[in-house]
């Protein structure tokens, strides 16, 4: 993709569906493929069609049935899939524990911030024989963060815009200790999965957002019992289908033909990579293409 200033992008749509969204109501011409990657298989097929014409394509990121945990995610290869398959603007639907009073279970929350308390995963593309560092000072896309909260607002959804997703490793449920600290350095919602997918998703010059959708108030509130799967999924099903109308009702907006994101997201690595070109590993620079192949000279 070229960075020149008067680019035209016609987006693709890339929608990442978490626990309990792992199919998208309403494409045309749907299709699952098989996607493959220089980092392996993603959780799943991805399916490609099309919402009000305009080009999407769905992950669910746990693949159909749920078989694949949190610290077994290929995050990798899930956003390398959505890269390879031309997707531009990423949002991820998830589910989360709510860490403040006012964040009810089936409120909606666009995130701004994160907490990485994740350790157990691959965080980047890059590599010995070729380092980038890029920014993750604002982590996720305004520009995609905008629509979702006005249509959102608009259908009437209970949405708050601005908060910190506090990222664990899991699988197991937080700690009383655990979900006080995390209250304590000011969290609005606590989750699993939203990293490194939105670290991964920056080096791959992807604009993303996420739409955090409240289950539970995980396990510091006095008045409500600690989370379980069960009460989980029975709150997941309604916020699933939320998540569905506001999907359907931003696509428009999202797919409009736009310019180069004004945030950035789409030349992240332009002063990122710091290895010099003699010193890069060939083998790692192939690997790179299909993220980095913009900045990587022929
Ligand atoms: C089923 S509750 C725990 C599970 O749900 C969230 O996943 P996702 O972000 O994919 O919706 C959370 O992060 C855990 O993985
Ligand atoms: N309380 C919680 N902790 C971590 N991940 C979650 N996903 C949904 N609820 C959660």
């Not at 965080?123 to 980038?132: H, I, L, P, R, Y």
């Not at 990579?273 to 890069?280: E, S, V, Y």
């Amino acid at each position: 993709m070229s960075a020149e200033p008067n680019t035209v992008i016609e987006p693709v749509i890339g929608l990442i569906g978490g626990s309990g969204l792992y199919d998208i109501e309403g494409l045309e011409n749907k299709e699952w493929r098989t996607v493959e990657t220089p980092w392996g298989a993603p959780s799943d097929q991805l399916l490609f069609g099309r919402l009000d014409g305009v080009r999407c394509v769905f992950l669910p990121r746990h693949g159909r049935g749920h078989p694949v945990p949190p610290s077994r995610l290929n995050y990798r290869a899930n956003i390398a899939a959505l890269k390879i398959a031309g997707v531009t603007d990423v949002v991820s639907l998830s589910a989360v524990g709510s860490l403040k009073e006012e964040l009810p279970p089936g409120h909606f929350v666009v995130i701004d911030q994160f907490i990485d308390r994740s350790f157990a995963r691959e965080k980047s593309f890059f590599d010995t024989g070729c380092v980038a560092h890029v920014s993750m000072a604002d982590p996720l896309c305004p520009r995609i963060g905008d629509v979702l909260e006005a249509e959102a607002r608009a259908l009437g959804l209970p949405v708050t815009r601005g908060g910190t997703y506090l990222v664990m490793e899991g699988p197991q449920f937080s700690t009383r200790a655990e979900s006080h600290l995390y209250r304590s350095w000011g969290c609005s919602v606590i989750g699993m999965t939203n990293m490194p997918e939105a670290k991964l998703a920056r080096e791959a010059e992807l604009c993303y957002a996420t739409v955090a959708m409240v289950t539970d108030y995980d396990c510091w509130h006095d008045s409500h019992d600690h989370v379980t799967v069960d009460a989980v999924v029975k709150v997941l099903l309604g916020n699933a289908d939320k998540a569905r109308t506001l999907v359907r009702a931003a696509i428009p907006a999202l797919g409009r033909p736009r310019g180069l994101c004004p945030a950035g997201c789409d030349r992240a690595l332009d002063n990122a990579l710091i290895t010099a070109p003699g010193a890069r590993d060939p083998a790692l620079i192939e690997r790179l293409r299909p993220i980095a192949g913009r900045v990587l000279a022929a």
